[in-house]
């Protein structure tokens, strides 16, 4: 078995729930989760939105954590993540940016004006 580490993504969702679709379109946030493959971390990411309520829709620029700080930096927040993720070996999400339909619909009013 390859060996474990924390993996990263940005993440997009839409919430399963009758209840949470009123409040919301969908969501974007940061994923941190242990894994030895890029599959295992997808999985992962996907198994525990469903547990809160979401279907992941989209992933992207999902890497190794130390391959993403080996180039940039991250957040205080995200960094705190990772260290609590290398250690527990659980999924963990960042702040949620959620979104609603009225936001698209002024902007594409906007735009045909």
């Not at 969702?13 to 493959?37: H, R, Y």
């Not at 309520?53 to 620029?61: P, R, Y």
């Amino acid at each position: 078995m390859k060996n474990k580490t924390v993996w990263i993504s940005l993440l997009e969702m839409v919430p399963l729930s009758e209840e949470d679709k009123a409040e919301m379109d969908g969501a974007v946030t940061n994923g941190l989760t242990f894994a030895s493959s890029m599959e295992i971390a997808l999985k992962n990411f996907e198994k525990k939105l469903l547990e809160m309520g979401f279907q992941l829709i989209a992933s992207e620029d999902t890497e190794k954590y130390n391959d993403r700080i080996s180039r940039t930096t991250v957040s205080k927040e995200i960094e705190l993540l990772a260290k609590e993720v290398k250690v527990s070996e659980n999924t963990r999400f960042g702040t949620f940016h959620t979104w609603d339909g009225t936001e698209n619909e002024e902007l594409n009013g906007k735009i045909a004006t």
